[in-house]
């Protein structure tokens, strides 16, 4: 029967269909006209309402990621994975830093030239007459003897001094924070509050290891003599570190220079595959790595990529790809001490130490023109993935990369640029400062890039 009244009535389904479009016109016309009801002001109040309960951190997470914060702080400012093992009672450098007259041997090392090799001085760490005392110059700074009060202290960023019951410096270690932190200068150059994750390209960590009375056990780990190792340690120079060393053995590239990279910075690495200039592996393998096989700390690692005798020599003879201490000092800190590093991130740029504009328009050249988010994808400014390169794609030489497994170099973050222009950039500081690196990238990536755009996108790296 309805059927039938389709047929019979064709006017009546086009009169039906006009009502139902007409209805549906008004509802949604009646709702258009009633979305400005909801004023900028209410929009406002909603926007800044609490959220709900359910959207907060749950108070038993906040606290213990507070707690794991702070243990993650102390390893990495304080701990020696019982290092002093191997920089006290092997290398004996307590002795040469204290000197002769304090039971040690040699002239000692004073604050001078502890602050003239890099060394950084935590002032916070200072009792207050201390610190009254160093500002009327009542501390004598070219006395070994001040050095032993600041170690007593525990204000030498990342020493730890250890004194017998007569109050003798009796061995010392090292701390991450040695390499990876510095000071912001507040009290004077070199002496001021942490600034942890930051590059410190002012330590000479060749001259100070140098230092050491006992080098013949690093003689004898690379099977030459105590002057060829000292040869390697004082061709690093400021602001680098040979962490490969002690497994390839190589202390000089073909061309003469040194194997040693640039300290880098650790902060705003979290969000990032793969770490060090190469690309050795997470940041927990690099931390396992670096406090077991060179810190010396005492605990567990296990690298079979490193049991490769052609490659790593050294480390097949040394078993350093498979080290197993009893008690392991240092997996249980590696948790926390990853918290810690998660949480670094690098610090803003200062206000006036760029040109605003400019950056600006360099930020579109970095993501357009120039290609270089290719790449640096931003925020991280690494690649989400893999992110390695070959050196051939880099139009630089492969020695670096050929010393790690995956023989490439890897994206380098580039946050916080700006707090560590000293000592060039790329892996060995090749280019002295970031307008070599982009004239570098315009010639390699055939980027023609007028002399503002080049400018300009300096001052945007400057800027991030
Ligand atoms: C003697 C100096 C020194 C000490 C001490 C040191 N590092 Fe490093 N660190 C370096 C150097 C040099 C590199 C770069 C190595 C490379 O690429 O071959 C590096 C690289 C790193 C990286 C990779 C950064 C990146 O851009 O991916 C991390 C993370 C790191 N170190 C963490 C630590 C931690 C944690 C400790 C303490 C357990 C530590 N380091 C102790 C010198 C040091
Ligand atoms: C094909 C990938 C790729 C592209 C494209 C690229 N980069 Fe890089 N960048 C890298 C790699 C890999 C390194 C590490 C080189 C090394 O360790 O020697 C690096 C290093 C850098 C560094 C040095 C960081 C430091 O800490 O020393 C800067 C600065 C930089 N790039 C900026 C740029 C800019 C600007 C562009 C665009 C003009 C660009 N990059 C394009 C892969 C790339």
Redesign the pocket.
Known sequence: MWIKFFRLRPTAIILASILVLVAISTFVFFNDEAKPTVSVGQLQELLSRPAPESAQLAPELKKSMLERLEKGQHTFRYDTFGDEAFWGDTLQLHRAIAGKKLGGVGPGVSPKEALAVGLKVDVEALPKNLVKDLKAGKVDLDDPASTLVLLENDAVVGLTGFFDKKGNLSSIGIQCALCHSTVDDSFAPGIGKRLDGWANRDLNVGAIISLAPNLQVIADRLGVDVATVKKVLASWGPGKYDAVLLMDGKGFAPDGKSAAV?L?PIFSLSGINLHT?TGWGSLVHWNAYVANTQMRGKGTFFDPRLNNPSKYPIAVKTGDWNIRNKPDLVTPKLADLHVYQLALIAPPAPKNSYDKKAAQRGEKL?NEK???A???IPPVFSEPGWNM?APE??G?DAFQADRSPDNR????P?NG?WT?QKGG????GRFAD?KE??EF?NTI?K?NLTDREKND?VEY?KSI
Do not use: G, K, N, Q
């Open positions: 640039l880098p200039w970095f120039a290609m270089c290719r790449c640096h390169h794609e880099m630089i170099y890897r994206t380098s580039l640029l560590h950039f790329f892996h060995d970031l690196v982009i990238y990536f980027l996108l790296l």
